[in-house]
């Protein structure tokens, strides 16, 4: 990978893959700096990397506002980095526990940002779902079950063909009409996608795609990391019935137990109440915490 150092910026491509996670590897499966993350939103979605003694630097577009952030996670020089990226804007953003951890200057002020903490959950619960905690999303479960049982078909690949390629492309227009989002945020997301999709072959991904009487009706997309780590980039339904996406995330997360996975980052809910509810009604083991950062006047 060509580094280039602060500020200059660069996008990423798929040969950037390896040394990029394997950087990340020691800071945990943090969502915004994961590869596939920013190399799908790399170009479109304002996505690009620089590097800052060491530490990497992560220039993006806010998920809601679109407004111009940066982050940055690492461990060396903390303090100078951090001086030096808050003397040329006013906060970083989406900055993982380890920056908090290795900063021991009074200058900064660190701030939880709940709506970005990635959940965590362990496979076992998912698949299993045991307990009085669960007992309403086994009924809903069940339901969905009974609801598409017959004539129902799932199929898991690493490499889509072009008919796969094409219909989840055509889940993701369609599940589009129901959602309020912007045109924009809708197209940003489907271009993401798209890269995603296209360079299957290079990506260490697990396509699922969820067919009823010869229709696909939903597709999940997750990247298999290290030591039995999965991080869900993708995932739509056309709304076939009301608890198709807790359906969806419960056959998934059997696929994924049986290839050996273990925990599932699904990622952070952006503050959108409908999706904290879904995300929390999961059960999650524990967050990936990110904070804001300022410095101190």
């Not at 993350?37 to 679109?66: P, Q, R």
């Not at 982050?71 to 060396?76: A, F, Q, R, V």
């Not at 609801?147 to 589009?176: C, G, R």
């Not at 869900?232 to 198709?244: L, S, Y």
Request: glycine letters at 4%; aromatic letters at 12%.
């Amino acid at each position: 990978m060509k580094k280039l150092i602060y500020p200059n910026f660069q996008s990423l491509v798929l040969s950037d893959r390896v040394e990029l996670m394997s950087f990340m590897e020691q800071f945990g499966s943090y969502s915004d700096f994961n590869f596939t993350n920013i190399f799908a939103w790399t170009k479109e979605g304002g996505l690009s990397i620089s590097w800052l003694n060491g530490n990497l630097v992560l220039h993006l577009k806010d998920y809601i506002t679109g407004e111009d952030t940066y982050s940055l996670c690492g461990k060396n020089k903390i303090d100078d980095t951090l001086e030096t990226l808050l003397n040329s804007c006013d906060k970083l953003r989406l900055v993982p526990e380890a920056v908090r951890k290795s900063s021991i200057s009074d200058n900064f002020i660190f701030e939880e940002d709940r709506d970005a903490f990635d959940y965590v959950y362990r496979v076992e619960d998912v698949t299993k779902m045991a307990g009085s905690n669960y007992k309403k999303k086994r009924n809903k479960i069940q339901k969905v079950n009974s609801y598409l049982i017959d004539n129902l078909e799932i199929v898991h690949t690493m490499s889509p063909d072009d008919d796969e390629k094409k219909v989840m492309i055509e889940v993701f227009q369609k599940w589009a009409e129901d959602n309020d989002r912007s045109k924009q945020q809708i197209e940003l997301e489907r271009i993401a996608l798209q890269r995603v999709i296209d360079n299957s072959r290079g990506l260490n991904c697990l396509f699922t795609l969820i067919k009823h009487n010869n229709k696909t009706i939903a597709f999940s997309v997750n990247e298999l990391l290290w030591r039995g780590y999965s991080l869900c980039h993708f995932e739509k339904a056309i709304k076939v019935h009301d608890n198709i996406f807790s359906y969806v995330a419960y056959l998934v997360a059997i696929e994924l137990r049986d290839m050996g996975v273990e925990s599932m980052n699904w990622e952070q809910d952006l503050g959108l109440p409908g999706l904290r509810m879904a995300k929390e009604s999961f059960y999650p083991v524990h967050f990936l915490k990110k904070y804001t950062v300022y410095k101190k006047q």
